[in-house]
Each structure stands twice: as C-alpha cells, then as structure tokens.
C-alpha cells in the first residue's frame, strides 16, 4: 500500500509533482505545429517576429481574464453564460459616462463595478437560494441584459479618453500593459483557488456539496461570492475592451463569444464541469492555445471557419483524453 | 473487567429514543449506553433500526422522542456538525472524501488554518501529519497526497483521522471492512485497538458475524426497530446472535412452494461463469421453478442479475438458455430471449416515472420492435389488447393508464413494471427485491403472481434481502457472499442455516458451490 499510484513515467510523474497541467503539452505540441506550418506557408515570418509572439497573449487577454472568473464558478460546480453581456453593458455603460473626460473616469469605473457585482449577485441569490440549475439561470440573466442592453444602445456609444487606453496599447519597457493585467488577474485568481480559504471551500462546494455543508463551509456563501467574482472578471474584461477599442459597442460580449469560450478555455485547462477540480495555470493554458490559433490562422490567412473547426476538436479531444486519463488511474 | 465497566459512568446513553417515518416505526423505544474505551457492535437484520440510530446518534436524523446523554449531560442535535462539535463523529459507509483534494485538504475542509483568510498549508500540512501519526498510519499516507490515489482503506484510515483531528469522544462506524481486503482488516483491527486505549467509545454496525466477533467486546442486537439484548462476546456464539436477529415467526402467508415433479428442463444453466464484479458462478434454474438467492449486501446479488441479464455481462465461463450456449451482451439480447429483468431500484432503473403507465407497460414490446415501425397509444396489431388485460391480471388500482406512473403507490408501481415483463412474453425472469418498499398487500399479491409465474411454465431467479421471502417463496436457495455462490440450501431452510452460510460461519460441499 503506497500512497503514489505511481502510473507513467519518471517525466510524467516529474511533472506531476511540479504541478503542470497536461494541458500545457497540448500547448506545446499546437505551438509546435503552429511554427511547422508557418515555416512552410510563410517562412517563419510569424513564429520569428517578437511582436507577433507578444500578440498571441495580446489577443488572449480579454478572453483570459473572464476565463479566470468562470474558472472559479465552474470549480464549484456552477457556470456563468452572462459574463458575454456584462462585457457589453461594462463597455456601453463605462464609455457612455467616460464621454472622452479624464475626470468621469473613477465614476465610470465605479458605475461597471456595481452593475458587475450586482449581476454576480443575482446569479449567485436565483442559484443558491431558489435552486434554479445555474446554465438555465445565467442564460436567464444574459438575455435580459441582452434585451436591456439592444433595447438602449445600439452603436458605440461615448468615447474613451485617450489616457484610458494606456491598457489596452501601453507598454512598460518592452512589454505591454496589457500582458501585465493578465498575469496579475491570473495570479490573483490562482491565489485566490489555491492560496485562501475561499478557494478551498470552492473545491469542497463544488466537490461534493453536502461533505462541504457537513464539514462546516457555507456553501451558499461561498458560491454567491465565486459568482461575485466572475461577474468582476467579465467587466475588467469589458473595460480593457473598451481602452482597446476607444468607444463601446452593445456586440462586443457576444461577438467574442466570451461566454463559450470562456467555459471551453477552462474545459480544456482541465477543469471539471463537474466541478471541484482544476486550477488557475490549465486554464491560462486553454487561453494561450486559444490565442496561438487565432494567431496563426491570421497571419497566414486561413479562412477563419476552418479555426472554429479546430477548436471544436481540440476541446473534444482535451476533455476525451482527461476522462480517460481519470479512468486509467481509478482502474 | 465487565463488572469495572458497569461502573464507570457511560460516555454516551440514549433514552426511549422512538423514529417513525411515512408507514414504519424504525425505532421503537431504545435504549442502549456506551462506555468509554469499548468497542460495541450493533447488528440486526436490514431494516432491523441499526442506521437509524446511528443517524440519530451523529445528529443527521432528530428522533421523534427520547434522549441523548452525553457525559451524564443531556444533548439534543440539529444538525451533524453540532453533534462533531461535541465529539460525537460517524464514518458512512460511502466516502466522503473530495476525490480531488489532498488529505490535509480533506481533513480539514472548513478548519483550515490560515491567516487573513490566506491558507496556512505548511501549518495545515503539519496539522494533519501529527493526526495521522497519533493514529500510527503517517509513514503510510502523505498529507500531500490526494484523496483520490488511496486505497480504500487509506481512505477510510484519512476518514477516521478527520475524525479524531474533532477530538472525537465517541466514533462510529457503518460496516466498516465492507470493502476492505483481509489485509487491510487487520490494519483497521489494530487501528480500533489503539482508539481504544485511548478512552475512546467505538461503536460500528455490521452484518458480517465473523468480523463482529473479532473486534467487539459488546454486541448490542436490534430487531424490527426494537432493542432486544446487548450480550458481551465472550458469553455467546455466533448462532446464539443470530438467533436473537432471525428468531421469529414468518409474519406472512405466502402461496405454496412448487412441487419438484412439475419442474420442466433447465431453462438457465451458468457455469464458472465470471466478470469483474463476480466469480465462478455455476447453477441451474428449471422451468417452473423459483430459485432464491440470498446473500448480505455487497455478496454479489444484483451483480449477479445484472450479469446474467447482460448490464454488466460475463466474461468467461458459459451461459445456456433453454439448452442453447448463448452470450448476453446487453439488455437488448436478454429480452429478444425473453428473459425479463425486474430490478431492485424501482425509482432509477424499472419506472419511467413521467410517461403514463400504458407507456411504461409497453416499453419492453416496443424495445424489441422495429425500430422504424409504427406505435399506437394502445399497442398496435394484436397488441393492442395488452394494456387493459395486463392491467387486469397485475390488478393495477387506477383510474386511467393515462396516468403518470409516478402517482402510483409503489406496490402498484412495482404490478407495472411486472406488466412490462409479462408483456414482453419472457420465460426466464429475474426478481431483485420484488417487495421492497412495498405495503404488505400489495408483497402479497406479488408473490402471488410470481408464483403463478412459474405454474405457467416460467423459470424465476429470485433475489432478496429478506430471509422470510427467500424462505417463503424459494423451490431451493443459493447463498451468495463475497461475490461467490457459497452454497446451496433446500427450501424450507431456516434463516439461521441462511445467515450462517452468508456470514462465512458454514459452508455446504454442493456442486454449485465456487472454486476453493
């Protein structure tokens, strides 16, 4: 009776002990290919120009930050579809009362905050106090604020001062502003799943919900709070849109298609639907894999559909393969 | 050292505690004390109170009436964390463990040490090293490791140590080695005997005999939700213990047994027949006759139906049906072989709770149609009559089979799922626990049907959890434990030759008992 099942490898269990997620390999081996193709198709213009690398994690920022929030509801077993339409209200609304001012700036912000959290809250309350199976309830909250939103605006609306948008195209040295939010929004969320109470009471809620209850955790607390959070990370999300874009539209959630791709980037990261398993690094992961296939089917000009296509298969072959890596080792 | 016990003041002592729930009294009127450092065993047939209590006692049920002493103080709980809070902590039979969490993580879900609400993990890590030291098992489980790369054992070992870091007084256990090997038994063995030393009061339910009588110093026996004798082991046997949880008359007219000379040619012989879940069965079933199979939970039982009826299909050793070798790979099989299957989770595997009962009657004829063909409300060609006279003769109390099926009684339920069979026109049927759950007119109007069954010609296996039904209804009776058949008894065997069988304290040298 060992501790270890001691399956695979010496490198598998290497990697193991360090924690990487296997993700990762498929990360390398798309990133592998990705520079293959572009060496035949394009002389390796991509994969040698520094400025194009740095765009892959450019592209994946927006993205990586609401898949940090829905990251956290899916571990405890709960999913948000209306972090697409937070994105859209945090950007109409936040360039709506900015009106290009300096000065409205903290108000803008403040204002998105609140209408953040109050979503957060809402979807955490119908969740949690009346039972309601959270896709069908965030579906609920994501066409009412859809309705709202087409409803009030309809094109851009207000203007983004030119000092907002530092975020979206500053840089610090030689690296973008932008790169710098994303590891710290994944950072804080890795923090906040492994390194705090919080997080653990996540990984029991989402685990098993009544062992959680059983054991002391306030189980509702703790998921009304994971969906606060969530909520968050879709308008942090919506404001760097906006500070990209230098105006807000109502299409920029649901043409991004943040919600599902948010919950597929967190998918293939490793995280369970299920819940109660996963982490912060598979799903940054997931983002990067994302964000190297918009890349390099840009660059080379593949017709776009055909990504779309890949994507689809990778998220099917990830989970596939984490499924029957989980039977393997319960055999 | 049983006289210096009775006066030491008991840990813990419930008074007259008294559960009913919708149509069963589960306990009546029970009291029981236990004394520190004692290891006290509680057993009683299924259904006999013993899990009630126990839930009484960890504060998962409230008891309708009675009370609960703990130290000479009277507690009541609201709630299992209360009762943890005061010492009391219970081990389920069923983990409860997060697969995905490390074994620090796991003991201390809800604890954890932290400062500022960030998690102190090497403090954490530390904390749940020195648990599992004082129960002697830290070179053997890491705190790091994860829940789901333990054995069984170790995980029920993490368990015991959650429960010892509440600084438990008293520790219960519900059948405790139930999945656990010889080797590991012995680990937990010694485990209780350290627990033990330490004041602590061990409580665990069981229906294995053997294993009581080695751990437990006290046996407490429940029956039909009453208490009836706690006897120290060294004054009785095993056969005195059953006596005292069988011992009653059967409470129940059942139809007369078959006679042997009406029995037809074998219509299922198995033989050495094996897959994961159970080995080297070998028997056979005649047309006409019930065959009973008994066996305490986790023997093989449903296993076995399962295998046979291809859920869960064998993978070596042979099968013929009606003297015709066969391989039965799926439920879909079975029933173009007409054999039918009434399982025992009438809720999850044998009702389709929300379509009308004429849909439900007719599930089985419709399985094994043309997929593509066409389906009428009532059954179409000559099966349209079905439905009214399989209602007839399953005598179904309703008022339409338009009706859900969830809005019937279970017994009523129980006649439909016994009309999807008999519609089906099977000849070889298997019973998993015909009456469980079931309101005593309707179990006998079922066992009547079962019996007319076989007068028609029909061969039935028939499982139950029940000695007087085996008893009652079997033409012979295969005992079943540890995933094996163990042997062979005529009809009219009595509970105590069953229960010594299926607690490995008898064995018969029959041709259908496993290798070894």
Redo the contacts between chains.
């Keep these: 009776m060992t501790t270890a099942t001691a399956s695979g490898n010496g490198f598998r269990r290497f990697a193991r002990s360090i924690h990487i997620p296997p993700v990762y390999y498929i990360l390398i081996l798309i990133f592998l290919v990705g520079g293959l193709l572009d060496q035949i198709f394009a002389d390796g213009q991509i994969f040698k120009n520094p400025a194009i690398m740095l765009n892959i994690v450019v592209r994946s920022v927006a993205l990586g930050i609401v898949a940090v929030g829905q990251t956290l509801v899916i571990t405890g077993a709960s999913i948000d579809l209306s972090v697409a339409y937070t994105i859209s209200i945090t950007a109409v609304m936040s360039s709506y009362v900015m009106q290009g001012k300096d000065v409205n700036v903290p108000q803008a912000i403040l204002v998105v905050f609140l209408i953040g959290a109050a979503i957060g809250l809402v979807n955490g309350l119908i969740i949690t106090k009346l039972h309601i199976n959270p896709f069908i309830c965030t579906l609920g909250t994501s066409l009412i604020l859809s309705g709202i939103i087409n409803a009030t605006f309809s094109d851009y609306t207000g203007k983004v001062p030119q000092s907002f948008q530092f975020f979206g195209y500053g840089t610090l040295g030689p690296v973008p502003v932008s790169i710098l939010i994303l590891l710290l929004i994944v950072l804080g969320g890795w923090f906040l799943l492994a390194r705090t109470k919080f997080g653990s009471h996540l990984y029991g809620v989402g685990g098993n919900p009544e062992v959680a209850r059983l054991s002391g955790v306030r189980t509702d607390r703790v998921l009304i709070i994971a969906h606060i959070i969530c909520s968050m990370t879709a308008v942090l999300a919506g404001l760097f849109l906006v500070s990209q874009m230098g105006s807000g539209a109502p299409w920029v959630g649901p043409n991004g298609v943040y919600d599902l791709n948010s919950i597929a980037t967190t998918v293939i990261g490793g995280t369970a639907l299920s819940g109660g398993k996963g982490g912060m690094w598979g799903t940054l992961g997931g983002v990067l894999i994302f964000g190297i296939l918009d890349t390099v089917f840009n660059q080379l000009g593949v017709n776009p559909y055909l990504k779309t296509v890949l994507q689809g298969a990778i998220i099917v072959v990830a989970v596939a393969s984490y499924t029957l890596r989980s039977k393997k080792e319960a055999a | 050292m049983a006289n210096e016990t009775q006066e030491i003041q008991p840990l813990m002592e419930v008074q007259h505690i008294s559960k009913r729930f919708p149509g069963v009294v589960a306990l009546d009127d029970v009291s029981l004390q236990f004394y520190p450092g004692e290891i006290h065993a509680v057993v009683g047939e299924n259904g006999a109170g013993k899990s009630t209590l126990m839930k009484i006692i960890s504060g998962a049920y409230i008891p309708d009436s009675g009370t609960i002493y703990l130290s000479g103080e009277k507690v009541f709980f609201s709630h299992?964390?209360e009762a943890?809070l005061k010492g009391i902590s219970i081990i389920y039979q069923e983990f409860?463990?997060?697969?995905?969490?490390t074994v620090a993580?796991n003991i201390f879900?809800?604890?954890?040490p932290?400062r500022f609400?960030?998690?102190d993990?090497r403090q954490m890590n530390n904390q749940a090293s020195e648990v599992l030291k004082e129960i002697g098992v830290e070179r053997?489980?890491?705190p790091t490791?994860l829940a789901?790369?333990?054995?069984v054992?170790?995980q029920q070992l993490v368990e015991i140590a959650k429960a010892i870091s509440f600084k438990s007084k008293v520790l219960i256990m519900d059948e405790p080695t139930a999945a656990l090997t010889f080797t590991?038994v012995d680990l937990l063995d010694d485990l209780i005997g350290r627990l033990k030393q330490k004041g602590m009061a061990i409580i665990f339910i069981s229906h294995r005999l053997k294993e009581v009588f080695d751990i437990a110093e006290k046996i407490t026996v429940l029956k039909d939700g009453k208490f009836v004798k706690t006897v120290s082991k060294k004054d009785v046997t095993p056969a005195d213990v059953v006596y005292l949880m069988v011992g009653r008359a059967l409470d129940h007219y059942f139809p007369a047994l078959g006679k042997p000379e009406e029995f037809g040619d074998v219509a299922l012989k198995i033989k050495d027949a094996s897959n994961d879940m159970i080995k080297g069965v070998s028997f056979e079933l005649r047309k006409g006759e019930i065959l009973g199979v008994a066996g305490l939970q986790g023997s093989g039982r449903t296993e076995l139906a399962q295998a046979l009826f291809g859920v869960m299909p064998f993978k070596s050793g042979s099968l013929e049906l009606h003297g015709k070798a066969l391989a039965i790979r799926n439920p879909y099989k079975a029933i173009k072989n007409k054999m039918g299957f009434v399982t025992e989770d009438r809720k999850a595997e044998g009702i389709a709770p929300r379509q009308p009962i004429r849909d439900n009657m007719l599930m089985t004829v419709r399985a094994i149609q043309n997929l593509f063909g066409v389906i009428h409300k009532d059954g179409i060609g000559k099966s349209r009559q079905l439905v009214p006279m399989l209602g007839k003769q399953v005598d179904i109390k309703t008022d339409s089979f338009d009706r859900e099926a969830q809005f019937l009684s279970g017994g009523n339920q129980q006649k439909v799922v016994l009309a999807k069979w008999l519609a089906s026109d099977a000849d070889v049927f298997i019973f998993d626990e015909p009456t469980r759950g079931i309101d005593v007119e309707s179990k006998a109007s079922i066992h009547d049907m079962i019996r007319d069954l076989t007068r028609r010609g029909i061969a039935v296996l028939m499982i139950s959890s029940e000695l007087p039904e085996i008893i009652g209804m079997s033409d012979r009776i295969l005992v079943m434990a540890d995933r094996k058949v163990v042997g062979e008894l005529p009809a009219k065997s009595s509970e105590q030759q069953i229960m010594l069988m299926a607690t490995g304290h008898a064995t018969t040298n029959t041709v259908t008992a496993g290798k070894e």
């Design positions: 299992p964390q943890q409860n463990l997060l697969p995905e969490r993580n879900l809800g604890r954890e932290s609400g960030t998690l993990i053997m489980i890491s490791a789901s790369s333990l054995s054992a170790e590991e």
